[in-house]
T-cell receptor, first 115, second 114 residues
Framework: DAGVIQSPRHEVTEMGQEVTLRCKPI?????LFWYRQTMMRGLELLIY????????DSGMPEDRFSAKMPNASFSTLKIQPSEPRDSAVYFC?????????????FGNGTRLTVT | AQSVTQLGSHVSVSEGALVLLRCNYS??????LFWYVQYPNQGLQLLLK??????LVKGINGFEAEFKKSETSFHLTKPSAHMSDAAEYFC????????????FGEGTQLTVNP
């Protein structure tokens, strides 16, 4: 089991550029979550999917953020255009089911720096 | 809606001393509670979870936590700290009224001194 795989590990970009973060969940997991971690706000849930369908995107900060899950093994989080305040570590996590006692398995995150 | 509060953003202990990290929850329905650990430059890793089967839950690396409904607490303990326990620890809650949403506390940074 390779775990949740995120790419890239680090991303440095200039303000105004488009950024795409990628995630491969654990095979067989049907729930996928995107979190953002900052010193100021801690861990924030941005969006989650069940069976590739977005269930709750109320945490997505603005229209500049969008997330897709075209199939069970891949998801993207896109920021367009990026701003310096988007600098954070973005985590993807997956879970075996939508059951509330199922733990989340996290990837190692993408550290985004927007200059 | 449910939430968790972690008391103390930083805790420092000596190697071999008791570790106690505090977590209080707020939930209108029976909660599912979790403790996660985050080492530098890594994602979060599950330490243990409470799912109402037993109030004392044992996790990995010698950690355990006790669910106390009367105190709405789920404190994390370890009898003897190791240097390798230095990390950030997060308490999290999930409830029936939140769907799959997992809500995290602010985190507690544990430092272990030699």
């Amino acid at each position: 089991d390779a775990g949740v795989i995120q790419s890239p590990r680090h991303e440095v970009t200039e303000m105004g550029q488009e950024v795409t973060l990628r995630c491969k969940p654990i095979s067989g997991h049907n729930s996928l979550f995107w979190y953002r971690q900052t010193m100021m706000r801690g861990l924030e849930l941005l969006i989650y999917f069940n069976n590739n369908v977005p269930i709750d995107d109320s945490g997505m900060p603005e229209d500049r953020f969008s997330a897709k899950m075209p199939n069970a093994s891949f998801s993207t989080l896109k920021i367009q255009p990026s701003e310096p305040r988007d600098s954070a570590v973005y985590f993807c996590a997956s879970s075996p089911s939508g059951g509330i006692n199922s733990p989340l398995h996290f990837g190692n995150g993408t550290r985004l720096t927007v200059t | 809606a449910q939430s968790v509060t972690q008391l103390g953003s930083h805790v420092s202990v000596s190697e071999g001393a008791l570790v106690l990290l505090r977590c209080n929850y707020s939930s209108s329905v029976p909660p599912y509670l979790f403790w996660y650990v985050q080492y530098p430059n890594q994602g979060l890793q599950l330490l243990l979870k409470y799912t109402s089967a037993a109030t004392l839950v044992k996790g990995i690396n010698g950690f355990e936590a006790e669910f106390k409904k009367s105190e709405t607490s789920f404190h994390l303990t370890k009898p003897s700290a190791h240097m390798s326990d230095a990390a950030e620890y997060f308490c999290a809650v999930r409830g029936f009224d939140s769907g799959s949403r997992l809500t995290f506390g602010e985190g507690t940074q544990l430092t272990v001194n030699p």
